[in-house]
């Protein structure tokens, strides 16, 4: 019998990628979204892969633990994705309850559906390398001290420790995934790789002129969403549950990965970025460099996709949307 999964988040960057392997996989996969009156926009990015009549979406939401029991009784997941979250750092000061309520406690909603609904299925919880912060270590391992800097990384720190913790005190099957930051085509328009890739097609096509900016010193490790879903699934394959950093090892200035985009077409980025100072963070994340060798001693797990063919793949997709879109 084909295996079930269940996916938190299942219309974001990750959930779209995840829904697309793990049908590759044989899975059935159904989805959770929240009710929304915007019919036909959600499934947008599973659309893009071409999966959307392959999975199955049901309504529910993070912060109403009787609708997430409800479809546990419905699917019987073998195994559940908690991708759905609060995702972005910067609203996260504008929104911290909420940022708190979802990405937080709906962690623990979810885990607690699971335990007493399906105890036996496996959890896997989406946290992230936000939660270093202000490193304590040059290269971040799952020992790394954490030190969360946003309203985002300090909900993200307890949903790791609560899934930790129901591993812990109940033997669920709970692994936390601590990916670095990853990217895709399917990337929402606000983060810095998607907003950089999206402004240089309009300056490629003459749709706009510059590109405004916060702190392009800021360094990250970026993968490719593609790569780190292999990943997340992996560690639910393993037969005790555990913690693991999923990242290239590579960190890169903001400026680097935007230059890189620019030279993709053609332009110097010189003429056109605008450091705009709105979008500058109360309190920046400066660097993070992820250490994946416990990743790939254990889970056979490697990065395949570079960030150069990342970016230019991004270029390229934005260029043939907007294209469209204008003519
Ligand atoms: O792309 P970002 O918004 O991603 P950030 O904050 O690192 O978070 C992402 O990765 C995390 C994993 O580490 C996830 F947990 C999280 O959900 C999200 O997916 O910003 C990256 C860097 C920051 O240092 C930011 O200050 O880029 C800098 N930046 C400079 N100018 C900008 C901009 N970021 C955005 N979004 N927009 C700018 O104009």
Redesign the pocket.
Known sequence: MAKRALITGITGQDGAYLSQYLLEQGYEVFGVVRRSSHFGVADHRLRWLGVDKSVQLLDGNLSDLSSLIRLMEQVKPDEVYNLA?Q????SSWQQPVLTANITGVGVTNVLEAVRLVAPTARFYQAS???MYGKIQEAAQSETTPFYPR?P??VA?LYGHWITVNYRESFGLHASSGI?????SPLRGI????R?VTDGVARIKLGLEKEL?????D?K?DWGHAKDYVRAMWLMLQQDVADDYVVATGTTTT?RDMCRIAFAHVGLEMEGHLVI?PA???PA???V?LGNPAKAKAKLGWVPEISLETMIREMVDADLTRLTRLSS
Not at 179 to 183: A, G, S, V
Request: proline share 0%; glycine share 2%; hydrophobic share 45%.
């Open positions: 979250a995702s972005f750092v910067a992230s390398s936000e946003s985002y990384a993200k990916l670095f930051n990853h990217e606000e983060f810095v790789t907003k405004r900016l916060g702190n392009i800021a990250r903001v705009d979008f500058f963070r920046e994340v400066d993070l």
